[in-house]
């Protein structure tokens, strides 16, 4: 009998499982002249690959205020953009 058949299965595959793309707050200087950043705004500039649950994670630095429309942001992120005056929408 083959090894793979003798071998047990273990484990599932969440068809359920939400799917975020990732972009850091360091990666929006590129979108500064932009208000407000959304998911449609991310697919242009490259930073996401395709449009759909966006989270923004808080590593880099902001130099100007910003406005982002975003599904999930973490504490970090959240806190630099409204420390550097600028807006968090969760959508």
């Known amino acids: ?9 273990r484990g599932f595959t969440n068809i ?10 360091g990666d929006l200087a590129c979108c500064l002249e932009v208000d407000p ?8 500039k490259g930073l996401i690959k395709k449009i759909g ?6 590593c880099g630095d ?5 406005n982002v429309h975003a599904h999930k942001f973490s504490g970090s992120a959240q806190a630099k953009i ?3 005056g600028g807006k968090v929408v969760k959508l």
């Open 1 to 9: 009998m083959p090894i793979y058949r003798r071998l047990p299965k």
């Open 16 to 25: 359920f499982k939400k799917q975020f793309e990732i972009v850091n707050i």
């Open 37 to 44: 950043i959304t998911p449609e705004v991310l697919k242009e």
């Open 53 to 58: 649950l966006v989270k923004v994670l808080g």
């Open 62 to 66: 902001l130099a100007k205020p910003i």
């Open 82 to 84: 409204e420390k550097s």
